[in-house]
């Protein structure tokens, strides 16, 4: 059996990755320290629905289906915690086995501040940012470049990388001529928010490791998700993933059917021309298992584009309020001051071909697909509060 360890495993997207990935028959570790359950309450956010503990969840699993994810409760920013996990060393907070699983085949990375707003709210929460995101990657590099030179890093990074550049996006490397000589280079990187831009720095710092350690690394640029469902948490209800709908760290698709089904005008950012790629969660788990199957080489730092179609703002705003109306909503669509500073009419072509040549069948944001998520969302309406989706937070 192969072995699968997920760090920041009980977000947004970790844990569904989690179930996916035990479903399918691997041992699956997963390591979080509650850090999005801890900011949602400390900064108010609000949840659709309340989720419960790590530990409870995996229980769950267990109890379900018959299979183990091993849980450890850890802060992966103390050096010694990340090492832990493959020396030998480490203590689960609930397993069925607690005999240590062995080095990993494949790590994948998800233990990040994940939100662009968060990370321009104050000097605090910027510092926050910076120090976990890069320490977090640093001492993963480290602890594989000591103990797992063999182990698969897929490591989640983000199209925010790039910007929005006024040439054609590729995958991760662009090659340049220049005074008649040609080179293959890192495609410039020029991030709108410290988040992003602790992302660019991941990206570095791993290409550092796989020149000088021959690491094997996969980068996935992944742009805004959108969806509650997978397959995994139809089973029981209590395994849905975390869902949030506020300013911070509630993704526009999400924040949009939220505030339809709540009646709150959809907050169009500025001009609305703002175009970025999107993907449903299930395409998400799809990405990292075909990433998994077919690992990067070592010495290798493969990027892909995780992206599956692009909107604008506005046309994702046209898109809710069409099957909100439909479904007996008056949606109200709100042009506001954008908060953010970003290009708001831009050109914007990336490339996103990769992973769907090694086996990616996309799911498309489709009008009954929107359908089912406000379907989902309407069953928590009494849960949902107002006043936490727009708070206004300056870039
Ligand atoms: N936007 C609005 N109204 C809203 C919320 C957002 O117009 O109420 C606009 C934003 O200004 C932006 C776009 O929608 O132009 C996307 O915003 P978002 O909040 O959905 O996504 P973003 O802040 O870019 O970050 C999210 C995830 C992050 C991931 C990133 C991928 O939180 O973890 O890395 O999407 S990407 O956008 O491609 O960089």
Redesign the pocket.
Known sequence: MKHVLILGGDGYLGWPTAMYFSNLGYQVTVVDNYFRRNACTELDTGMLYSVPTLIERAKIWHEQTGREIKVVIADLAQPEAMRRLFDGGVKYQWAVNEEFTGIPETVVHYAEQ????YSLMDYQHADITLVNNLRVTNNLLWAIRDYARDTHLIK??????YGTPNIDIEEGWLEVEHKGRKDTFLYPRQ???L??TT?VMDTDLMWFGVRMWDLKVTDL?????YGIETEESAIDDRLKTIFNYD?I????????VT?AVVGYP?????G?G?????LNIRDTLQCVHVSEQNPAQKGELRIFNQ?METFS?NE??ELTQKVGNRRGHQVEIKS?P???K?A?EHYYNPTYQGLQDIGVKPHYLTEEVMDRLFEVVEQYRENIRKDV??KGIKW
């Not at 760290?249 to 949009?256: D, H, K, L, Q, S």
């Not at 703002?274 to 999107?278: D, E, I, K, N, V």
């Open positions: 994940p939100s662009a707003p989640l990074g983000t199209m925010g990388e991030a709108g928010s988040y992003h992302k640029m992944q742009g805004p998700v300013e760290f509630g993704t526009i698709v999400n924040r949009f505030q959809l907050t169009v950012y500025g609305g703002q175009t970025r790629g999107y992206i703002v994702l705003a506001i954008n908060p953010r970003e708001e989706i727009f």
